[in-house]
């Protein structure tokens, strides 16, 4: 059935057709805007890899600093926390898996596994400030804070 809406001044061919389209519409912009939402909502921040964490404890402790305000025993020893500032994590991938070369004797080489490797670089990534939410003040100053030397 067609309509000529210029003669009978009807907007829609069958009565609610107009309202019916207006809840659909007005249901599908709610949804988008929800998934939007949704979808710009960060993801809360996962907990430190526990698996790397007691990889660090065994490999890296006994020089360098592994938590997030512990002093390195080692003073020429960079904290893990502050690996993020001199290398990128992902780099250090390779040096992992065939063994690091630093300047000084005291590094011990070890070797490890892709797994091993896997959750190391999980757990410096945890310890980087800059990858917290930006709504973490303390995070965000530490992130943005000169390097102690």
Known sequence: MSVDHERTGSASVMPGDGRLLCILAAGL????????????TPAPAA???????????????????????????????????????????????????????????DMPHFILKPAEIDSLVDYLRSLNPCDKPSSDQAAMAKCFAPMAR
């Not at 709610?30 to 949704?38: E, F, G, I, K, Y």
């Not at 390779?94 to 004797?105: I, K, P, Q, T």
């Open 47 to 105: 907990a430190p890899a526990p698996a790397g964490r007691q990889l660090a404890e065994q490999k890296c402790a006994g020089c360098h600093a592994i938590g997030e305000t512990d002093t390195s025993p080692n003073p020429r020893s960079p904290a893990l926390r502050d690996l993020y500032r001199r290398y990128p994590l992902d780099g250090l991938r390779d040096a992992f898996a065939n063994g690091l070369e630093v300047g000084h004797r």
């Open 29 to 40: 912009a709610l949804s988008s805007c929800t998934a939007d939402h949704v979808a710009s």
